[in-house]
């Protein structure tokens, strides 16, 4: 054309070119386009602070990772997921169908007409009409849409779940003995809008396959999770470092508990177990940085918080944004140090 | 053709010996008298049974309502079809058997065919009156008169009676007529009379259909046979459209469907699908039924094809009122979801996990296919669901947990380790489990759950009391131990990892 040849030769030395420019943009998209579902914050600053948009972006793929010997069973990556479905609802986006979830009789489909048993919902109107009706259901209410988790060995625990926030009639489990089988599932319920999450529970998942995941997530506003699980140490060797096309990457591990106060005083009561906790990684997230926390295990509600104890982090620091935020945390109220 | 029976009997027959003047039921050796050249093969009725179920099932393109008719005289053995309401749709019943008629021969298969108002006229006169080409197609009227001239044994008697009313001159089912009834209720039973009866549908005889009957059917039917699986999609796709139309009509859905391939060579092919709910959705019905066509195989070629609905529940058209993001619309998208995985996976597959009534930690919470609604709910005491799932509400957990915990994994059946451990009920020191020593830094328990005395179902003698341990290994693992038995009993007691927390 000959205006932009017109213009070309003008422009200055420093000023980026169209066709840079362009892949500017792409860029920016790159890192914006998995966050147009929104994103669910853990409500814990230092955590959505390492990610971009403030929180875990729907409608995407996320890994999470098991460590040592939890590898192969993926008891805290499975409670990790479950303290993440427990905060997240049916709804893509923080809008008023939120509110309506929260307003009706807290239905899961599977279970039929009954509210849950001991489940208390409390109409967002109680809480005062201004308060950000949005963000209110998102983070504080807790999630209703039904999840499918595929999974290989039928070992997961309703109790348990429970324990972490996530309420086990919202599940639908489908059982598979085969990666292939449960990436098919997986990729299935991710076209499905209804649901709040899918889960799946993997040994091997190559490029191409967890491509596929991210493609039918970003469709859908669905979000997924993959829990590695794998059968043994070779496989774990060999897969643990494989790139993926998940947005991010976790891995959780559990930690020695912390004694109480009242555990540490009392000689009788040292060898008891005290409040668990977790060291979550963010070992990959595209558009973010890696980081590291120590917090103790998700609660009844989904939520976790930044461990108090500083005693037990490990020697190679993480960044010193978040060590600094650590600190700010340990200084605050005890009270306040819960997110949520 | 030979049946064994101590003596070695012909119990069925070819045209040919039966010209030479063999008969069923004749002895091997008498035959072989008559025709030295005889060749025998031993009888298998399984097979032939079966065989004749098959073809009462390739019937199932002239009528829902097909049944075999096995008797115990190997050459009475038939295919009932009750054709009322479905005759039209061939243009009338001489074109209905001479359609039939024409497939059978394509087959191999000989066949006499007879029509009638009721089944016992109708069998009569198929193996009595009707020849190996000539169908008996008797007009309603006519059916007295053209049973008359049959022997007695068209009545579907017993060979006994049979030899009665030949023994005191009755032969053919005409003279039996004017015969009063009481005489004959006296001499023969009722059977005689209640047998004319329900040959003249005086007497009600329902045909019991060839398994169950589908409410709603439809069918197609190709000039030639398909066999290519676009054609197949297709025409799955004609169908489901054509049931749909009809089941909107009636404000129902369907629940369970089967669709019949019905091959030229007179073999059925089916696909089953079930749906976790009622649908009516003609993508997501073909969507399922042709996600399974590579299961089906069409032979030489696919000459008809027959859906029909064999479980259907109230549908009201309201899919546009569901507010998008409420459960019900939740609900409502994933059905078709669930219906994919199960026709893939096999329903069996797909589960839900639920809440018992009990504290043994494996019977607490089960897995429960999807498909069986709430029925399993009623296990389930009312009033006590809260108490049923220790530590199961979302308030007693987010305090320091006065309930006790529950793992997130739980293996079933528990994992045996070996332990260390000081008598009588302390945790174990050291365990070894997955060939892993683990050495326990924190314990808490123990937690004693014993054996549910009053259900039917316990452990098992050994488990019967189980202590609970939550333990927690140098590195920071959590698990589940228990120990099975009691510290000094014998056999001695186990120790067992069932489960591992988050």
Known sequence: MSFSHAIRPRLPAGMPRPASLAALRDRIRQIEL???????????????DALPGGGLARGAVHEILGAGGDEEDGAAAAGFAAAILARIGSSPMPTSSSHRCAMGPSLSPLKGGEGKPGRLVIPLSALGGGEGRGEVGDSRALGTGPVLWCLKRPDLYGPGLMAHGLDPARLVLVSASRDDAILWAMEEGLRTPGLAAVVGEIGRLSMVAGRRLQLAAERSGVTAFVLRRWRNGEEAAAERERPSAALTRWRVTSLPSRDELRLRNDPKLQHLVGRPRWRVELLRCRGGVPAQWVVEVADATGHVCLSAELADRPAAAPKQKMGRREADRFDAEPGQRRAG | MIATGGRRLLAAINPAAAAAGLAPGMPLADALSFLPGLVTAPADPAADSAALTRLAEWCGRYSPWTAPDLQTGGDDNGVKIEITGSSHLWGGETALAADLARRLAL?????????????????????????????????????RAALAPLPVEALRLDPLTVQGLRRVGLRQVGEIYPMPRDALARRFG??????????????????SPLGETPSRRVRLSFAEPIADPADLARAIAR?????????AREGVGARRLDLGFHRIDGRVEHIRIGTARPSRDPRHLAGLFTAKLDTVDPGLGIEDMILAVFAVEKLPPEQAEFVAGS???????????LDRLGAHLGLDAISRIEPRQSHIPERA??????????????????????????????????????????????????????????????????????????????????????????????????????????????????FWLFRAGLAHSDPPPRWFVHGLFA
Not at chain 2, 114 to 135: E, H, K, S
Not at chain 2, 190 to 207: I, K, N, T
Not at chain 2, 452 to 472: C, K, L, P, S
Request: charge should be negative.
């Open chain 2, 190 to 207: 009722d059977s005689v009379a209640s047998r004319l009866d329900q040959a003249f549908g005086d007497l009600p005889e329902p045909l």
């Open chain 2, 327 to 337: 459960p019900e619309a939740a609900a409502h998208d994933i059905a078709p979801l």
């Open chain 2, 365 to 478: 919470s089960i897995c429960v296919p999807v498909e069986e609604k709430q029925s399993s709910k009623l296990s389930v005491i009312p009033g006590r669901r809260v108490a049923a799932n220790p530590g199961m509400t979302s308030g007693e957990f987010a305090g320091n947990g006065r309930k006790p915990l529950r793992p997130v994994r739980l293996f079933r059946p528990p994992e045996p380790v070996e332990a260390s451990w000081l008598v009588p009920d302390n945790p174990p020191i050291q365990f070894t489990w997955r060939r892993r020593l683990h050495r326990v830094a924190r314990a808490d328990g123990p937690e004693r759950i014993a054996e549910e005395w009053w259900t039917e179902e316990g452990f098992g003698e050994a488990d019967a009391i189980r202590d609970y341990y939550r333990v927690e290994d140098s590195e920071g693992r959590r």
């Open chain 2, 239 to 247: 169908l489901v459209e054509d049931l749909t139309t009809r089941l």
């Open chain 1, 34 to 48: 998995p966050l147009r579902h929104g994103v669910l914050p853990f409500g814990v600053p230092a955590i959505d």
């Open chain 2, 107 to 143: 087959q191999g298969i000989a066949h006499r065919i007879a029509i009638a108002g009721t089944l016992g006229a109708a069998w009569a006169l198929a193996r009595y009156a009707a020849a190996d080409a000539q169908p008996a197609l008797p007009a309603p009227q006519d059916e």
